[in-house]
């Protein structure tokens, strides 16, 4: 096994990493995985452990893809989330220890549209290890303002009629990857495809009981643009992409200004960043702070979202019961 290293920025960190991979190569150790069960959920807490049963291993770049692909793989591939529950996806910074568990993978799923800003340089250090990108079909919405302007908004995974396409680029991935499991893919994806149809029905009906002046998504990430078009809901938020530098003074100004003219009587953040700012425009406008929205990351499994079903049906209460 044998991984190539970048002479960039940061190469001390890759060269670690190449290290990492060479002694593991050189001592023979055991490919590790994480138990694939979709009723254990276990979403990469750092520990591995052994492939005895001969599955592929399938690695997504985060835990919302990894619910979505062990829906359709069910007990037939071994899947895990190379970040763990609560990481910021954005501007994560791989570990020498994840460019060992990519290189064990079959296959990696990551997003696209610019969520893996690190997900260039991670690939180019991985030999022979292929990649899907489950947005692929879908028409981006572009962000409109800040240094992304003119990029793809990342979270097409929001709006539950891009939840499908991902799934059908999940079926389709599997396939090609197992093909002597693929009545299962099959069936799986038409029954979850089933369930997200069910979801979007549902939460199109308990939205659009919102009166004309609490249609409003108050957050601190832009990341409900496909939700809020979807259901007719108008977006305000402090950044548009998740960033190492946030919460500008003008930014924070203007959502006050926003959510003062519009009598905007709540607001809210994500679980995977500060809401200090969002605490702070508060304030100031004299709206109350709803609560936090869950985008980049489900919970613990005994927790409120250990599913992406669970998550838009969660945020989909947290904001109604917002404006109660």
Not at 270 to 290: D, I, P, R, W, Y
Not at 303 to 321: A, C, F, Q, R, W
Request: proline fraction near 5%; aromatic fraction near 8%.
């Amino acid at each position: 096994m044998r991984v190539i290293a970048q002479q960039e920025s940061k190469a001390g960190k890759w060269q670690i990493a190449v290290g990492v991979l060479l002694l593991l190569w050189l001592s023979g150790c055991s490919q590790p995985v994480v138990n694939g069960s979709s009723s254990q959920q276990s979403f990469n807490q750092g520990e591995q452990s052994q492939n005895t049963e001969g599955k592929k291993v399938v690695l997504t770049t985060f835990t919302v893809l990894a619910d979505m692909v062990r829906n359709v793989a069910g007990d037939k591939v071994n899947v895990e989330s190379l970040t763990k529950i609560g990481a910021e996806i954005h501007g994560y910074e791989p570990t020498p220890s994840d460019l060992v568990r990519a290189q064990q993978a079959d296959l990696i799923m990551d997003n696209g549209f610019g969520l893996e800003r690190w997900a260039k340089k991670f690939y180019s250090n991985l030999k022979d290890i292929p990649h899907v990108t489950l947005s692929k079909g879908i028409d981006p919405i572009l962000i409109s303002e800040d240094a992304y302007a003119g990029k793809p908004n990342p979270h097409a995974w929001m709006s539950p009629q891009n939840a499908l396409v991902y799934v059908e680029n999940i079926r389709q991935a599997l396939v090609e990857l197992d093909p002597k499991h693929a009545p299962t893919y099959n069936a799986n994806a038409k029954v979850y495809s089933s369930k997200i149809q069910n979801l979007d029905q549902k939460l199109r009906q308990e939205i659009s009981a919102l009166p004309s002046n609490q249609r409003y998504m108050v957050t601190c990430e832009g990341a409900f643009s496909y939700l809020t078009q979807d259901y007719a809901l108008k977006e305000v938020y402090i950044w548009a992409v998740n960033s190492e530098r946030q919460a500008t003074p003008k930014q924070v100004e203007k959502v006050i200004n926003t959510v003062k003219t519009n009598n905007i009587p709540v607001i809210f953040c994500e679980s995977t960043v500060s809401n200090k700012a969002q605490k702070e425009v508060a304030k100031a406008s004299g709206a109350k702070f709803g609560g936090v929205f869950y985008v980049d990351s489900l919970s613990q499994t005994d927790g409120p979202v250990p599913s992406y079903l669970d998550l838009m049906e969660y945020n989909t209460k947290t904001l109604i019961k917002g404006f109660k």
